[in-house]
């Protein structure tokens, strides 16, 4: 069965501090997302990546960055994080290529105080 | 650039009710559509896939249909039940190779008993 999981489902950290969310998948998928959720604005993509130590950007990286050291690991990183960046947190998987099926974590739920 | 349209925003259905859920995209130059579930502060389950080459797909009571000319997708759920309540998400992959899917902002479905 397909499994992508995330570290934590609830997260509550302060402004300034940095923060770490974790995703793990076991279907040896090359690509990784990570998308933000909010009401009104839909799911947003902030970055991806097709191989290990490859990222690209999406549509909302400012703020963020990434690191995929190990095939089945993709990290977000919130350098500094603001209260603009409370959001749920969604992270997806899909063999290589541009066009195939993604499957999603169960989300993170972060909020900045 | 793309932009996904889902029509009503919400619904609301008696228990046992065939229903039709709307998705619309301006650039018909798409290379799939995927349907996905959302259940309240949860993850995206991945329904169905549908490939460009094709015009429908089918899982259990679900169905889903592409017609690319007209830029219109439609999710038909047979005999609805209230376990089928949630928030269903379409999503298209455009022109290009990136894995990238842009969403729609949803319809939220409540079957009542």
């Known amino acids: 069965d397909v499994k992508v999981t995330q570290s934590s489902r609830y997260l509550v950290k302060r402004t300034g501090e940095k923060v770490f969310l974790e995703c793990v998948q076991d279907?040896?998928?090359?690509?990784m997302f990570w998308y933000r959720q909010d009401p009104g604005l839909g799911l947003r993509l902030i970055y991806f990546?097709?191989?290990?130590?490859?990222?690209e950007k999406g549509d909302i990286p400012e703020g963020y960055s990434v690191s995929r050291e190990k095939k089945e690991r993709f990290s977000l990183i919130l350098e500094s994080a603001s209260t603009n960046q409370t959001s749920m947190y969604l992270c997806?998987?899909?063999?290589?290529?541009?066009?195939?099926?993604?499957?999603f974590g169960p989300g993170t739920r972060l909020t900045v105080t | 650039k793309q932009e996904v349209t889902q029509i009503p925003a919400a619904l609301s259905v008696p228990e046992g009710e065939n229903l039709v859920l709307n998705c619309s995209f301006t650039?018909?130059?798409?290379?799939?559509l995927q349907w996905f579930r959302q259940d309240p502060g949860k993850g995206l389950t991945s329904l169905l896939l549908?490939?460009?080459?094709?015009r429908e797909q089918t899982s259990g009571r679900l169905n889903a249909s592409l017609d690319k000319s007209s830029g219109r997708s439609t999710l038909y759920i047979a005999a609805s039940q209230p376990g089928d309540s949630a928030t269903y998400l379409c999503?298209?992959?455009?022109?290009?190779?990136?894995?990238?899917?842009?969403f729609g902002q949803g319809t939220t479905l409540q079957v009542k008993p």
């Open positions: 997806a998987s899909s063999l290589r290529g541009g066009f195939n099926e993604q499957y």
């Open positions: 279907m040896d998928h090359e690509n």
């Open positions: 990546s097709y191989d290990v130590k490859m990222k």
């Open positions: 650039d018909s130059a798409i290379y799939n």
């Open positions: 549908i490939q460009s080459s094709q």
């Open positions: 999503a298209v992959h455009g022109s290009s190779n990136t894995g990238k899917l842009i």
